[in-house]
């Protein structure tokens, strides 16, 4: 029997309402999350990119003085893993029926401090209470995804019981950037690190900043929202 107008909306509803529903569910969690991490990483980054334009270069200002420490790790100290002066370690998690993706987990970190080699001198870290790359204030994620010296990742297969592990950090002779403050007797206590230039710091926060069509959040946000657009618009088709 074909269904009139009146009756097409009730017709299986309780069927469509569960399968668009759970659809709508999970893709408004993924479209929260990556609009959430997309646009923490972008403001976050623009703010970086303006107070890294006004901050001094760390060597020879006075003490309690926010500065920028950019140089090369010296390579007169004791690696603590493989050739890392200072790693994470973390797991492999290939995502499964309630996750929406594969995603490396933070598993541990060792850290230390080492002595940088500056145009103006070097200059040693106070402590190993800094993070590795900036973070954003909404989810603690760091903005620079790729902070570590990249050519140096460790990555060991998953084992039958096992994840597959990758560690990666900043090892001895490579760049390194810090962002703290200039503490006594010429050492200096960093907030964060990342393991470039500060030139390629910053012309990597001002593409974050700028919102770049290329980033993997963006299109992650964009799928997401036009699925839910299109999970809303094949319900209300069926019931018309």
Same mark, same amino acid.
């Given at each position: 029997?074909? *269904?009139? +107008?009146?009756?097409?909306?009730?017709?299986?509803?309780?069927? $469509?309402?569960?399968?668009?529903?759970?659809? #709508?569910?999970?893709?408004?969690?993924?479209?929260?999350?990556?609009?959430?991490?997309?646009?923490?990483?972008? #403001?976050?980054?623009?703010?970086?990119?303006?107070?890294?334009?006004?901050?001094?270069?760390? %060597?020879?200002?006075?003490?309690?003085?926010?500065?920028?420490? *950019?140089?090369?790790?010296?390579? $007169? !100290?004791?690696?603590?893993?493989?050739?890392?002066?200072?790693?994470?370690?973390?797991?492999?998690?290939?995502?499964?029926?309630?996750?929406?993706?594969?995603?490396?987990?933070?598993?541990?970190?060792?850290?230390? &401090?080492?002595?940088?080699?500056?145009?103006?001198?070097?200059?040693?870290? #106070?402590?190993?209470?800094?993070?590795? *790359?900036?973070?954003? +204030?909404?989810?603690?994620?760091?903005?620079? /995804? $790729?902070?570590?010296?990249?050519?140096?990742?460790?990555?060991?297969? +998953?084992?039958?019981?096992?994840?597959?592990?990758?560690?990666?950090?900043?090892?001895? !002779?490579? +760049?390194?950037?810090?962002?703290? &403050?200039?503490?006594?007797?010429?050492?200096?206590? %960093? $907030?964060?690190?990342?393991?470039?230039?500060?030139?390629?710091?910053?012309? *990597?926060?001002?593409?974050?900043?700028?919102?770049?069509? /290329?980033?993997?959040?963006?299109?992650?946000?964009?799928?997401?929202?036009?699925?839910?657009?299109?999970?809303? !618009?094949?319900?209300?088709?069926?019931?018309?």
């Amino acid at each position: 029997m074909t *269904s009139t +107008p009146n009756n097409r909306w009730t017709d299986r509803l309780f069927d $469509d309402l569960v399968i668009f529903g759970l659809l #709508a569910v999970v893709c408004s969690i993924i479209l929260a999350a990556s609009a959430t991490e997309y646009f923490g990483a972008v #403001a976050t980054a623009s703010k970086l990119t303006e107070e890294l334009a006004r901050l001094p270069d760390a %060597a020879g200002q006075p003490q309690n003085t926010r500065a920028v420490l *950019s140089g090369v790790i010296a390579d $007169d !100290g004791e690696p603590i893993f493989q050739n890392f002066v200072t790693y994470v370690e973390e797991s492999y998690n290939g995502g499964g029926k309630f996750t929406s993706g594969s995603t490396w987990e933070h598993e541990s970190s060792r850290k230390k &401090t080492f002595r940088v080699k500056a145009s103006g001198g070097e200059i040693t870290l #106070a402590n190993a209470g800094y993070v590795f *790359s900036p973070r954003t +204030p909404w989810t603690n994620a760091p903005v620079l /995804a $790729d902070w570590d010296h990249v050519e140096a990742r460790i990555e060991t297969p +998953p084992g039958i019981f096992e994840r597959a592990r990758r560690f990666r950090g900043l090892v001895a !002779g490579g +760049p390194v950037t810090a962002v703290g &403050t200039v503490t006594p007797n010429g050492t200096f206590d %960093a $907030d964060y690190l990342v393991g470039s230039s500060f030139y390629d710091m910053q012309a *990597s926060l001002r593409s974050i900043a700028s919102g770049r069509f /290329a980033s993997v959040l963006f299109w992650l946000m964009l799928l997401s929202g036009a699925c839910l657009a299109l999970t809303i !618009g094949i319900f209300v088709r069926r019931r018309l």
